[in-house]
């Protein structure tokens, strides 16, 4: 009886565990708020991100790391194809994030999707949604789908978890079941509670 090396997902494929090395395991390499590339007065130069996060990379390569979980999510500012080209400059594994919250930084589509009368998502469409985004590939916005997510991260509203957080909460843990994926949620008022909603 063979007994199979667990892998995490990188964003250029599966990696055996033990060859993770050093793992940085909760880092936003990019954070962008949603919205703010259509701001006039927000200059994002491609060129220099990369250029800026190679170089932390390449120092956290240097000083012996091997992995960086980027926990953004989805609307923080991804970019699988820039975590692409970083991870395959540096060295660096990169294990990018799907997830999304809180319930105040979520899109007016995930709150109130086409349903009659208007509701927010139910924990059983976030956790398609975060699942798809780990067994077909993270979504690159009316693109494609690239590598698979390695992580769910999510977050709930600071003063306590809303209804929508607790859906989201839900849909996350149903997800990291279903696909084998750890869950990373920053917690709002009650964390044990909050806890308890993910166990």
């Not at 993770?20 to 994002?44: R, T």
């Not at 923080?76 to 994030?97: F, M, N, Q, Y």
């Not at 899109?107 to 059983?124: I, K, M, N, R, V």
């Amino acid at each position: 009886m063979s007994v199979s090396t667990p892998t995490v997902n990188t964003v250029l494929g599966p990696v055996a565990a033990d060859e993770l090395g050093v793992v940085a395991v909760h880092e936003a390499l990019l954070s962008v708020l949603p919205g703010a590339q259509y701001a006039y007065d927000v200059a994002i130069d491609r060129a220099e991100v990369f250029a800026r996060l190679k170089a932390g990379l390449t120092g956290f390569r240097e000083a012996g790391g091997g992995t960086v979980v980027d926990a953004t999510g989805q609307f923080h500012g991804r970019d699988p194809k820039l975590l692409e080209a970083l991870s395959r400059s540096t060295g660096v594994h990169i294990v990018a994030s799907t997830g999304q919250g809180p319930e105040e930084l979520l899109g007016g589509y995930f709150l109130t999707p086409q349903t009659d009368p208007p509701t927010p998502w139910p924990a059983e469409k976030w956790a398609d949604l975060f699942g798809r985004e780990i067994t077909e590939g993270m979504v690159v916005p009316r693109v494609e789908r690239r590598a698979p997510a390695g992580l769910i991260a999510t977050a709930v509203t600071r003063s306590g978890a809303t209804a929508t957080d607790t859906e989201l909460l839900r849909g996350a843990a149903r997800a990291a079941l279903a696909t084998g994926v750890a869950v990373s949620f920053r917690h709002g008022g009650d964390a044990l509670a909050e806890l308890d909603v993910v166990l």
